[in-house]
């Protein structure tokens, strides 16, 4: 599936701009600046295919990539970015809770968290939010090569710990690394089950 090209389709900057599909889709959330563009990236194979950068709050609306006609990728704003407008980040929230609560189409969510740091406020509202929407979601845990094996093994014991807490979490955390490709073959045939025949 993977193998596939992938191509940037629609971008939305508001809810009444997504676009009207039925293709099974799998949305990419987290904190601004943990990687999701790049993961993206490293998933298709594709170093410039979806937008990186290290300023935070890079990717400003939901960006749709069609991968080979089968399955949709879906690459959202961050949240949790502390120097962004008050307004901006409440219109960015909002449509990304509007998408994953009013999509019949969306199959996973990748949520993505930072195998550096601890898991913030912010991530444990939206997985809230998922529970209580009944949305289907799986950790990734990311920039597992910028950290020591121990520290690395204490956050993901961390992190699996918290999932049995979440009903709609997926049980299986997986360590990945866009830089060095770890984890990346995984989280691909794991999102290949979704993938139209
Ligand atoms: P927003 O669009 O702003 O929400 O950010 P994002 O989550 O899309 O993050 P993005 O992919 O733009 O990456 C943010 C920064 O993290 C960039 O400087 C990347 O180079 C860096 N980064 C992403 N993935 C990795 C990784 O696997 N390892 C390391 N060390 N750095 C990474
Ligand atoms: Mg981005």
Redesign the pocket.
């Known amino acids: 599936l993977f193998a596939r090209p992938c191509e940037f389709f629609h971008g939305a900057q508001n809810i009444s701009q997504l676009p009207v599909s039925d293709a099974p889709e799998v949305a990419f959330a987290?904190r601004?600046?943990?990687?999701?563009?790049?993961l993206i990236n490293a998933l298709t194979g594709q170093k410039s295919l979806a937008r990186?950068?290290?300023e935070?709050?890079?990717?400003k609306q939901l960006n749709f990539f069609d991968l080979g006609g089968r399955l949709v990728l879906v690459d959202m704003?961050?949240y949790g970015y502390a120097k962004a407008a008050k307004s901006v980040k409440e219109d960015w929230q909002g449509m990304m809770f509007d998408y994953l609560r009013g999509r019949p189409n969306l199959r996973r969510v990748v949520l993505l968290l930072d195998a550096r740091v601890e898991t913030k406020a912010s991530d444990r509202e939206v997985m809230d939010l998922f529970d209580k929407a009944a949305i289907n979601f799986q950790v990734v845990l990311?920039?597992c090569?910028?950290v020591k094996p121990k520290a690395e093994e204490a956050r993901y014991r961390e992190v699996a710990a918290e999932m049995s807490r979440h009903p709609a979490a997926h049980p299986v955390v997986l360590p990945t690394?866009?830089?060095t490709g770890r984890g990346i073959p995984e989280l691909r045939a794991e999102l290949a089950a979704f993938a139209e025949e």
């Open positions: 987290g601004s600046n943990v990687g999701k563009s790049s990186a950068s290290s935070p709050g890079r990717t704003p961050g990311t920039k090569d910028d690394s866009s830089q």
